[in-house]
């Protein structure tokens, strides 16, 4: 081997190195048919490449949180063979990160107080864009959430791995909330920091939390924090289109029965789900073998241009 080649593998090897993907559930209710199908295209996507995976459970909502949910979710997620690196992150148990961002960006001017509630945005989240009511400061007594100004880091448009060129502007989106009224920090915030201090490199998730995509990059910039490459998944939905219903779709039957019976159905179901197209032959095979075939085989290309994942 050159030397030029020598240090081409080994610039190849420490940039793989680097690569960190992960997966990042919320425990508000049972691992279900879509979750399942995100956390699997997230771990091969990150096993094809030598890339680390990890698993950070997404616990700062406490008013939606179901109590032993998580390890449940850990339980299950073991199960079905998936392998994480490292510990489990709590989002509950980093405060103390998410309160010192939100001190840098507040010394900055870049963020204000927003007494508007959900009623005065019309029943409605953020997604739609926030009229900016606060910014001159708070319009009535009381408690207020906290917001970002999206404006001062427009970021213009992202090339999504599987959606190509994406056009999602933060400062077309209006602020953010980064810390709600009730003191809970925001998933925005969270995200951000999160991702930053694990060293996640390369994200995929559903494709409802693209609209999220340009506040967070917004965000990155206002830590002085570094891009991520993004893969926006088709959601799982009914075989008609419709919102995946999560009840009927939780899993915890399924994988306490393949557990019992070692017979991997719902992961060689996932894996044709994520049009991977796994040969016949594995159909009975273990989860090691399955998972062995995914990572060797994994195409995430395979999901471009498809619009939904019909659940049945």
């Not at 559930?25 to 995100?38: E, I, K, Q, V």
């Not at 864009?129 to 917001?147: D, I, L, Q």
């Not at 999602?168 to 920091?193: F, H, K, M, N, T």
């Not at 506040?215 to 893969?231: K, T």
Request: aromatic share 6%; hydrophobic share 40%; net charge neutral.
């Amino acid at each position: 081997m050159s030397a030029s080649t020598a240090t081409g593998t080994t610039a190849t090897a420490e940039r793989l190195a680097r690569r960190t993907g992960r997966f990042a559930p919320s425990p508000t209710g049972a691992l279900h048919l879509g979750s399942l199908t995100t956390a699997a295209a997230s771990f091969l996507d990150a096993r094809h490449a030598g890339a680390r995976w990890l698993l950070r459970i997404e616990d700062l909502d406490t008013t939606r949180v179901i109590p032993g949910a998580a390890g449940e979710m850990l339980r299950q997620l073991e199960a079905l063979g998936f392998e994480w690196d490292g510990p489990v992150v709590y989002q509950s148990s980093r405060l103390d990160r998410y309160a010192h961002a939100l001190a840098e960006l507040h010394q900055r001017g870049l963020t204000y107080e927003c007494s508007c509630s959900r009623r005065d945005r019309g029943g409605t989240d953020d997604a739609g864009g926030y009229a900016g009511t606060c910014r001159a400061g708070p319009t009535r007594s009381g408690p207020t959430a906290v917001r970002f100004r999206a404006d001062d880091f427009p970021t213009g448009p992202f090339v999504d791995r599987l959606r190509g060129p994406i056009e999602v502007d933060a400062s077309a989106q209006g602020d953010p909330i980064v810390r709600r009224r009730d003191g809970c920090y925001a998933y925005q915030l969270a995200v951000v920091v999160d991702d930053a201090a694990q060293g996640v490199t390369d994200v995929v998730r559903g494709d409802d939390l693209l609209p999220s995509t340009g506040w967070q990059r917004a965000l990155q910039r206002a830590l002085r924090l570094s891009d991520l490459s993004y893969a926006h998944l088709p959601l799982v939905c009914e075989h008609d289109g419709a919102k995946l219903s999560k009840s009927r779709h939780a899993l915890a039957a399924e994988v306490a029965r393949e557990a019992e019976i070692k017979a991997p159905q719902l992961l060689w179901r996932v894996l044709r789900l994520l049009r991977q197209r796994p040969p016949q032959e594995l159909a009975d095979a273990t989860h090691a073998e399955l998972w062995e075939w995914g990572r060797a085989n994994w195409r995430l290309d395979a999901l471009r241009g498809v619009a939904t994942l019909p659940a049945d």
